[in-house]
């Protein structure tokens, strides 16, 4: 059977040779990933000293420490983590996979974050998965919601259910990369309501989506589980910005 499935394989590299994602180069074992060794390691990394609560990286070295803002104002999340800086190439691939229906590309940006926080990840013994919800109107116009896509792989490599409607997004919001920091808090400010307290209630959960940047989204999803009773929310996305 491995040698019919192995022939398989060859047969079908033959006829769609396996490409790199990011530099187009073959790749003779492409694996699930589909990015050349040399592509992956200059994909740019979260890296410590962080805030063990916001996951926003600090520059220089020094030990792991809450940043002035999670001090002054605490999200309501637990902690956050990407795998990820949203710059360069995986800026390029959330991009395509987002914006120009590439779709495919869920498998790499889930599988990668993935391994790059799995440590981190099974310390938190999370209970379900809840992708960040987009509005009806931008679902019927994008077609999918990313978040959703990256969950169905994270949930099937942790053997953890996913939930995709337990949050949903009442209210049509301005995308929050024309805003400030102020505005993006105003913006998405009870603009998210959980619809299945029953899933939530005492539950561990990993709040999903492709790119952290201020959180204040994140923070809002937050707010809501909460007071819907998730005893723990985990925020996890795929890339953030430094600052
Ligand atoms: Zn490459
Ligand atoms: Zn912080």
Do not use: W
């Not at 396996?18 to 592509?39: R, V």
């Not at 104002?73 to 120009?100: Q, T």
């Not at 949930?155 to 259910?161: E, I, V």
Request: contains cysteine; hydrophobic residues 40%; aromatic residues 4%.
């Amino acid at each position: 059977m491995i040698q019919v499935k192995q022939l398989f394989t060859a047969l079908l590299d033959l006829i769609l040779p396996p490409t790199c994602h990011i530099c187009h180069s073959f790749i003779p074992n492409a694996g699930a990933l589909h990015i050349c060794p040399t592509c992956r390691d200059q994909l740019p990394l979260v890296t410590s000293p962080l805030c063990p609560l916001c996951g926003i990286p600090f520059i220089g070295i020094g030990n792991d420490h809450r940043c002035g803002k999670c001090l002054s104002n605490p999200p309501h999340f637990d902690a956050a983590r990407a795998h990820f800086l949203y710059e360069g190439s995986i800026r390029d691939l959330i991009h395509s996979f987002k914006y120009n229906r590439l779709t495919h590309l869920r498998s790499p940006l889930a599988l990668m974050t993935l391994e790059g926080i799995h440590t981190f990840l099974t310390a938190q013994d999370i209970h379900l998965i809840v992708p960040v919800p987009l509005h009806r109107s931008r679902l019927r116009q994008r077609g999918f919601n990313q978040a959703v896509l990256l969950g169905r792989v994270i949930a099937r490599d942790l053997s953890l259910p996913m939930v995709p409607d337990a949050l949903i997004r009442t209210r049509q919001t301005e995308p929050q990369i024309e805003l400030s920091a102020a505005e993006r808090r105003v913006n998405v400010k009870g603009a998210f309501s959980v619809k299945k307290t029953e899933c939530i209630a005492g539950k561990r959960v990993l709040l999903l989506d492709d790119v952290m940047t201020t959180g204040s989204t994140m923070d809002e999803c937050a707010k809501e589980l909460k007071k819907a009773g998730a005893t723990t929310v985990i925020a996890v996305t795929v890339a953030r910005t430094a600052r």
